[in-house]
């Protein structure tokens, strides 16, 4: 089975703070992807890589930034954190592009931002 | 427009009973259809996908689409209370890069 696996289920962090949350999957994905969750919104994208070193913004970029310099491993980094940032931040990775799609998500990590 | 749409429920069914989760899409582009199953406090887990007009059997679910009419829709039959949780309704929209669009989930509760 695919795991992904993201480092903290839950993290509390102050206004200003810079905040990394870490995924990392084992089935040697090249897709990789990381939502945010919110009640009444859904599931909105953040940024997505497709392969190692490369980024692409999603639907709503501003404030975070990414790293992948691993193939297994993709960071979101909140460079400033804000109260509007508190959410749910979903990780998942998909296979090949053509099966891109089909999205293996990992258990999120719920962010407070006092 | 939001680009893909569903009522936000909760549905509530009766055990047994056929549960039917609508979604809506505004791109007409849009190639492949997914529904995912989100359980209270957990992450979502893909269930159905369909990429070709008419219906999608697994199980005690069916897949639905109509391209021209721009909807998807996912029957649950024989439902179970562990059926209860959010669907979430997602399509491929093909823009520059494939991109997964997310509809904000239904809320389906089965009553014993």
């Known amino acids: 089975d695919v795991k992904v696996t993201q480092s903290s289920r839950y993290l509390v962090k102050r206004t200003g703070e810079k905040v990394f949350l870490e995924c990392v999957q084992d089935?040697?994905?090249?897709?990789m992807f990381w939502y945010r969750q919110d009640p009444g919104l859904g599931l909105r994208l953040i940024y997505f890589?497709?392969?190692?070193?490369?980024?692409e913004k999603g639907d709503i970029p501003e404030g975070y930034s990414v790293s992948r310099e691993k193939k297994e491993r993709f960071s979101l980094i909140l460079e400033s954190a804000s109260t509007n940032q508190t959410s749910m931040y979903l990780c998942?990775?998909?296979?090949?592009?053509?099966?891109?799609?089909?999205?293996?998500f990992g258990s999120g990590t719920q962010l407070s931002v006092l | 427009q939001k680009e893909v749409e569903q009522n936000s429920g909760p549905l509530s069914v009766p055990e047994g009973a056929i549960a039917s989760l609508n979604c809506t899409y505004s791109?007409?582009?849009?190639?492949?259809f997914f529904w995912y199953r989100q359980y209270s406090g957990k992450s979502p887990e893909l269930i159905m996908f369909i990429y070709s007009n008419g219906d999608k059997e697994d199980g005690r679910f069916t897949a639905q689409l109509n391209k021209a009419s721009q909807y998807v829709s996912l029957l649950i039959r024989d439902s179970q209370p562990s059926d209860s949780a959010t669907y979430l309704c997602a399509v491929n929209a093909k823009t520059s890069y494939d991109k997964v669009i997310f509809g904000p989930g239904t809320s389906l509760s089965v009553i014993p």
């Open positions: 791109d007409r582009g849009s190639q492949s």
């Open positions: 089935m040697d994905h090249e897709n």
């Open positions: 998942a990775s998909s296979p090949p592009r053509q099966t891109a799609e089909k999205l293996f």
């Open positions: 890589s497709y392969d190692v070193k490369m980024k």
